[in-house]
């Protein structure tokens, strides 16, 4: 009896989503938990295996189709695959010919292999689907011209030659669905919130002091999790929001919802934009646990395997533009939340110490928050405890 394999069932946050890439084709024989199709939503990619061994009759969804929640995507005949089934099923002799003579690239392009007479099954193609775009072609044709003027004898004067390479090439690409969540989103919080930033600046030599003595001990004992800043930065924050709860709660309506734990998200980059995780009641996690947590979660970003629950919710939330080499930044609120902490590049600086000008490595902190919740001096109160904290790292062991 055929199986039929169905989208994930969406929360609600979530309406639809895009079948962005198929694995494998119909007849093509699948192992039970063998990646089938990826689907792009607002949050996060989610990937469909294959539920049995057998054989994928049909498809019934294409690439860049939009689709709803549990929606029907294939049909799998179950059973076991042997070794004369581990290809696709074979085409018809009208079908194979029509696959060789098929060229996936639109017309223009195809206009452009036409012209300068290029074989385009010796391109490959970078667009959606190994299609060939235009940039392929052009490519291919400015190899092809530098190859012949080397073989030119110097002796002989080159013609100038009007090539494709001198055009003003312009790309043009729909976003995706999580850039266009991510865009929709940064909008939402500059035009709905009254955010205002403030600054301080903390000095990092007792946490790097700190971090030099105990890093190879701290990364036996715990596993191979290496000690960096981030943890110390999450306790500090934790306790922070403890004395100031305005800056832990979100605004819902004529509402004020004052959480009573601390679930910190931590923006994490990734080649299709800034997601952000989130460490689930943090203020109970020692400071191994947050940095092994985060290490995990940062794979699981780059690697596009985060679920919808790793993702949602959060009260607070820590941008760490340092990484990148940023001096200083207004970090953008992540709504419902209140409070946003961006963290920049340590640099070394001169400062007054007990009357004297000494170098010390000096990181900006910049602390964005909703004005409707949270008053200035809130606000300069909460970052001043993180700076305490920072600068005196006893001081989260023992809560002072």
Not at 330 to 335: A, E, F, Q, S, Y
Request: aromatic share 4%; charged share 25%.
């Amino acid at each position: 009896m055929a199986i039929h394999i169905k989208a994930p069932a969406f929360p609600e946050s979530i309406a639809d989503g895009e079948v962005v890439t198929w694995h494998k084709s119909a007849g093509d024989s699948v192992q039970r938990d063998e990646l089938l199709v990826e689907i792009e939503t607002d949050k996060v990619v989610m990937e469909v295996v294959a539920p049995e061994d057998g054989i994928l009759v049909t498809i019934e969804v294409s690439e860049g189709e939009t689709i709803a929640s549990e929606a029907l995507l294939a049909t799998l005949e179950p059973g076991e695959v042997t070794a004369a089934q581990s290809s696709a099923v074979p085409a018809s002799d009208d079908q194979a010919d029509a696959a060789d003579t098929e060229v996936l690239a639109g017309p223009a392009v195809r206009q452009l292999l036409a012209e300068h007479k290029l074989d385009p099954t010796s391109i490959s193609g970078s667009g959606k689907g190994g299609r060939i775009i235009k940039e392929d072609v052009l490519k291919v044709v400015a190899t092809k011209v530098a190859k012949q003027a080397a073989e030119v004898p110097s002796n002989l004067v080159m013609p100038v030659i009007d090539t494709p390479t001198s055009e003003r090439v312009e790309k043009r690409v729909p976003m995706t669905r999580m850039r266009a969540r991510i865009a929709e989103r940064l909008l939402e919080a500059s035009q709905q919130t009254a955010m205002l930033t403030t600054f301080n600046e903390v000095n990092m030599a007792p946490v790097m002091a700190l971090r030099s003595q105990y890093k190879e001990q701290f990364e036996k004992t715990h596993n191979g999790t290496r000690l960096g800043f981030m943890g110390f930065f999450v306790k500090a924050c934790c306790e922070a929001l403890k004395r100031f709860p305005a800056v832990n709660a979100s605004i819902d309506g004529n509402d004020v919802v004052y959480h009573g734990y601390q679930d910190i998200g931590v923006a994490v980059s990734t080649a299709d934009g800034l997601v952000v995780p989130v460490l689930r009641e943090a203020d109970f996690m020692s400071i191994a646990d947050v940095e092994a947590a985060i290490h995990d979660l940062g794979l699981k970003a780059r690697d596009k395997k985060l679920t919808i629950e790793e993702m949602t919710g959060g009260t607070f939330t820590l941008s760490n533009g340092g990484v990148f080499g940023s001096l200083l930044s207004t970090p953008i609120l992540n709504p419902p939340q209140t409070g946003i902490l961006g963290m920049h590049t340590i640099q070394d600086r001169p400062v007054a110490v007990d009357g004297q000008v000494l170098i010390r490595p000096m990181m900006y902190l910049a602390l964005s928050y909703d004005h409707r919740l949270i008053d200035g001096k809130t606000a300069v109160q909460f970052l001043m405890t993180v700076k305490n904290l920072i600068e005196d790292p006893a001081r989260i062991l023992l809560q002072l």
